[in-house]
Each structure stands twice: as C-alpha cells, then as structure tokens.
C-alpha cells in the first residue's frame, strides 16, 4: 500500500522504521513544524523528520492540519492508508477523508482506557499493572474510532513512563504494520469501542509534577515514576526547585531498612548511606536528584553538600 505516515517524537519514529521496512512504501510524512529546544533555544527537527530525510522521503510540516495546501498534497500523494503515532495535532474531517482505508492511529492504552496525550503517564500514576497499545480508526472525537487490533504489556514495580513507552513503541510498531498488513488483505472487521471503561488521560502539567509528600508512599513513587522523563518529578528545598528521579527500590542501611525513623511528609533524615523523606505513611528512600543549575547526583551526596539541619524539610 501506499502510505503517509504522521507522527513527531522518538516513539513515532520506531514505528516509522518498522514502516520502511515493510512491504508498504511510505511515499511522504507529515510532523509537526521545527520547534525552539536547548539552552540555545535553535530550531531543532522532530525525530520522524530527520528519519524521513535520511530515508529521502518527502516531508510535510503543516502548521495547520486544516491548511488548504497540505489537503492537496495529501490527495496529489494518493495515499491508500495513513498510519499516525503520536503527531500531536488533530486531523480535520476533510483531511480524514482522503485515504480510502483512513487514517490508522497506534495508542498507547487498551481503548477506552486512557484516551489523550499521556496514557502511559496517567497509567503509572493510577497504579494500574496492565496497559498495553491499539491500532484504531481515527474519527473527529478524540481516540474514540473503532480499534483494529491490541496487544497487552505488564507494567513492572520499578518502570517509569519512559522505560514502558519504550516497550509499547517497539512492541507497537510490530501491532501498526500487522494492522496494516490485514487491511490490506481485508481481514479486519473495525469494532466499536464500548461505553464502559472510559478513562481520559491528558497531557500533565509541570504543578503535576509537583510532589505531594502527604500522600502515602505508594502514591509518591507512581508519581515520580509517572512524570520520568518528562515532565519531571519536582519538589523545593530552601526555597530552590529539586529534581526527583525514582525512588531507591530498596534501603541502604540495615538499621534504616529494619526500623525507619518516623517521619513528618517531607521530613529529611539523613542517614550513613541514605536519604529518608517522610511521606503520608512510611518514609522514602531518594534515590537520584537534580538541584536547580546543576547536575543529576546521588540522593547522599546531595545531602552531604548542602548539610541538612534537623527537621529540614522537602516542599515546604
């Protein structure tokens, strides 16, 4: 089949590579404009353009879906399918309509669960132990069209949102071109996605990621989890931001691991070989931290720079 394939960061492209290596010839993509990033703020390409520019493929950067020209290029280009991944853009219904098999999204949830920009965050916040991804016809409601074809991940204890959408992307690649592959062959029937089981997952918020140390322990570490890498999992201290990566699986020291001390939310104790934060239950273990304008380090050697008093507290 003929395709033009839509999607922007890393996790888009991992699919697209999969597409480049199939039986299907992907005769252009479109991604999202060049955006400001670094410290330099320069223009820097999205994971799928650069791709497409090594493969030699044409490249479309609509600012606008909806952009008049980018509706004639779609049709001069006579796609049979459209796969998306992640492009970060709603498409408008005359551009929907251009493909004879439509626009086929990958998602990365088990419909209806999960519907929006960060279904992998919000899944590891939620506490859930199953997620997975779905191919689905996409439709003017968002994540709403008719699933194609799913497949199911564990979430593991210590995942964070990174190391899973690494696994559904790759694993989700395989999903996108099997679900091509049987529309094609016309062996797929679209099924509607129930009524029950709804659950929206937008984009998080930087005050998201803010840690509350007042709620239980387990709830801080999904958290934290949930907003690894982006956007960040963030506290204060003396009134700076800190940077929190995950939490320490296990504790340092025995006599910390045996009897942790207890602890106000966000109360500091630092030990020979670790750093407790009271929480609303039990205390935690830091593990990684970043403060303003510095480097990522070690939760002790943190602390043994910035010498914590007795009772100094983390988001206070």
Not at 93 to 117: D, I, T, Y
Not at 208 to 217: F, G, K, Q, T, V
Not at 220 to 231: E, F
Not at 279 to 292: E, I, K, R, Y
Request: hydrophobic share 45%; net charge negative.
């Amino acid at each position: 089949m003929r395709l033009v394939f839509a999607g922007t960061p890393e996790p888009a492209a991992v699919s697209l590579r999969a597409l480049l290596a199939s039986r299907h010839e992907v005769v252009a993509v479109v991604t999202r404009p060049d955006a400001r990033a670094g410290r330099g703020r320069g223009l820097v390409q999205s994971p799928v353009r650069q791709l497409a520019e090594e493969a030699g493929i044409e490249v479309l950067t609509p600012g606008s879906a909806r952009d008049p020209g980018f509706r004639a290029r779609l049709v001069e280009l006579a796609p049979d399918a459209c796969p998306v991944v992640a492009y970060g853009a709603l498409i408008p219904r005359e551009v929907l309509s251009v493909p004879r098999l439509g626009w086929v999204n990958l998602h990365f949830s088990l419909l209806p669960a999960w519907r929006g920009a960060a279904p992998v965050q919000r899944a590891l916040m939620a506490g859930d132990e199953m997620t997975g991804a779905s191919t689905f016809l996409l439709e003017e409601g968002l994540d709403t069209g008719p699933v194609l074809g799913t497949l199911t991940e564990p979430i593991h204890p210590g995942d964070t949102s990174g190391d899973l959408l690494e696994r559904l992307a790759e694993a989700g690649a395989g999903l996108l071109v099997a679900t091509l592959d049987g529309l094609e062959e016309g062996a797929l029937t679209p099924v509607a996605q129930p009524e029950e089981g709804v659950s929206h997952a937008p984009k998080l918020t930087v005050e998201e990621a803010r840690i509350d140390w007042s709620r239980p322990a387990y709830a801080v570490d999904r958290q934290i989890r949930g907003c690894t890498p982006a956007p960040g999992a963030w506290t204060t201290f003396r009134g700076e931001r800190l940077k929190v990566q995950p939490l320490a699986r296990e504790q340092a020291g025995e006599a910390e691991a045996a009897a942790p001390p207890a602890l106000a939310p966000g109360e500091l104790r630092v030990g020979r070989r670790a750093v407790l934060v009271g929480t609303g239950s039990s205390p935690v273990q830091l593990g990684t931290v970043q403060p303003h304008g510095k480097k990522a380090m070690p939760a002790a050697d943190w602390a043994r720079g910035v010498r914590i008093e007795t009772a100094e507290v983390l988001g206070g």
